[in-house]
């Protein structure tokens, strides 16, 4: 499995980004896709998940309202789109995939297999 992210960039308050991560070597309907973050001395936090097709979609309340995640099977592609960024926001955002997450594990990294390597997003006041 090969999760390859980007998007990332440097972007004034109030931008909006879109980052992609395109999956390969698995069978991408049957995969729940999520996105975590890690700022610069903290620990790894949950962004959102999308569960395979067909399945709901979650995120974390700090970036409710704000950021949206999605899937296209046709692509093997899953996106977030983050508006109304904030300088709180900066981190490097990493693309995950895993198949048979439980919902109760689904904001929790230990729970997921694969990784992408991250893409920088970086948010100036």
């Known amino acids: 499995v090969q999760l390859q992210a980007s998007g990332g960039g440097l972007v004034q308050a109030g931008s909006s980004l879109r980052l992609s991560c395109a999956a390969s070597?698995?069978?991408?309907?049957?995969?729940?896709m999520g996105w975590f973050r890690q700022a610069p001395g903290k620990e790894r936090e949950f962004v959102a998940a999308v569960r395979r097709s067909g399945g709901g979609t979650y995120v974390n309340d700090s970036v409710k309202g704000r950021f949206t995640i999605s899937r296209d099977s046709a692509k093997n592609t899953v996106y977030l789109q983050m508006n109304g960024l904030k300088p709180e926001d900066t981190a490097i955002y990493y693309c995950t995939a895993e198949r048979g997450i439980i919902l109760s594990a689904i904001r929790d990294g230990r729970a997921y297999d694969y990784w992408g390597q991250g893409t920088l997003v970086t948010v100036s006041s």
């Open positions: 070597g698995l069978t991408f309907s049957t995969y729940t």
